[in-house]
């Protein structure tokens, strides 16, 4: 019974190391950016723009598959801001991204 046990918790610490040496070897940096344009979006989550829900355009935007802005429902001034922040504020890579309103 005993040695169960010792077996248990050895086998617990290296599997617990294992993924602790995996969390920061395989870390990715979060693009925050995404989190912005989909606060500043609408929100209907209409579909109208050809992605799945306001987070799948904002997600579209950011990564660059699209370049063209495609959500009919967002007020000029809110189209504006997303529009201008994306030019202006580098992601993770230093790049910024340029859409044609």
Not at 4 to 9: D, E, K, N, R, V
Not at 54 to 59: E, M, Q, R
Not at 78 to 101: E, M, S
């Amino acid at each position: 019974m005993l040695s169960a046990i010792l077996m248990m918790l050895v086998l617990g610490a290296l599997l617990g190391a294992g993924l602790g040496i995996a969390a920061k070897v395989f870390h990715v940096e979060p693009d925050n950016r995404v989190d912005y344009v989909a606060t500043h979006l609408p929100g209907y989550n209409c579909g109208g723009c050809g992605y799945p829900g306001c987070s799948g355009f904002a997600d579209a935007l950011v990564s660059g598959d699209t370049d063209s802005w495609q959500c009919k429902p967002c007020k000029p001034d809110a189209k504006a801001d997303i529009i201008d922040y994306l030019k202006k504020t580098p992601g993770p890579d230093g790049k910024t991204i340029t859409v044609r309103p």
